[in-house]
């Protein structure tokens, strides 16, 4: 029967054990290059690091002055030039400079010897002007050739075929309540500031005319139970076209939806020049749109 070997016998005769660097290169084989130059790579950035840390940081003023001259380097930026004139601009014939842009809003140049005159721009309503054009005059004329009947001076006249043109639209609110909403009619009227009047009826001697309030209340008085006139009845108080803050009565002697189908009731203008005093006096075409109200007059 063989004889196991000693322990002592087994260790004398082991081969001598290999470092653990020998043992990894040949499990793994050398490096290829590809993993060489990383590992360059990673080497030479981390000598960069360490030399960025040892250098003297640069300070506040530094990076300033820095930062100044790169400014100052920099190119300045590019001006945008103007656009040429379109090919459908022409020249207009008054001058030689003076240039309109088609298509665009309207440019004029002018020349140095070229002079400047004030423009006025007189901004007005289509309304007002077609009120002016009418004229007290024409309206009587044309109601002496007409067979409109006059009717009762205490109502306020209009032709039937305006009637429905002026008539108020029922309409909502936010709330879902009702209103009336009255369209832009045309009025032949007596038109006073309420100085004026005051200061005409307190030179006249009109009753209670010595209280400006009581002067003009009584002249309303009177007007409703002589010619039916009251608010919404041939009376309306407006804005002063000149003076905002200041009131206008206006004291209707007719309506239309056009200046020049109003009719002109004689009987009642001169009923009106006797109360208030102003003989001679005739009464304007003036556009006039009442006011939304919750009930129709």
């Known amino acids: 029967m063989p004889r196991k070997p000693s322990q002592t016998e087994a260790l004398t005769h082991s081969s001598t054990p290999l470092r653990r660097s020998c043992r990894l290169q040949a499990q793994t084989g050398p490096l290829s290059p590809a993993h060489a130059a990383s590992r360059d790579v990673k080497s030479l950035q981390h000598a960069t690091r360490n030399a960025r840390i040892t250098e003297t940081p640069q300070t506040g003023r530094k990076r300033k002055a820095v930062i100044s001259e790169d400014k100052q380097n920099e190119a300045p930026p590019a001006k945008k030039l103007s656009p040429l004139p379109p090919a459908s601009a022409h020249t207009s014939d008054h001058s030689t400079n003076a240039l309109d842009l088609k298509g665009s809003k309207p440019v004029v140049r002018f020349a140095d010897s070229e002079p400047l005159e004030t423009v006025i721009v007189l901004r007005e309503s289509e ?95 009177t007007l409703t139970m002589k010619l039916g006139i009251e608010h919404g009845k041939g009376f309306a108080y407006v804005p002063d076209e000149k003076d905002k803050d200041r009131m206008t009565y206006m004291f209707i002697m007719s309506e239309s939806d056009r200046p020049e189908t109003l009719p002109w009731p004689e009987a009642r203008i001169r009923k009106f020049q006797e109360i208030v005093g102003v003989k001679g006096m005739m009464p304007l075409v003036h556009p006039y749109q009442p006011k939304d109200s919750r009930f129709m007059y």
């Open 127 to 221: 309304a007002v002007t077609r009120a002016k054009v009418i004229t007290p005059e024409f309206l009587r004329a044309q109601a002496s050739t007409t067979d409109f009947p006059e009717g009762d001076i205490r109502k306020v006249p209009c032709p039937p075929e305006a009637k429905p043109n002026i008539q108020p639209i029922r309409r909502r609110d936010r709330k879902g309540r009702h209103f009336y909403r009255y369209p832009l009619r045309f009025v032949l009227a007596y038109a006073f500031d309420t100085d004026d009047l005051a200061k005409h009826l307190k030179d006249n001697g009109h009753p209670r005319a010595q209280d400006e309030n009581m002067g003009i209340a009584y002249l309303c008085d």
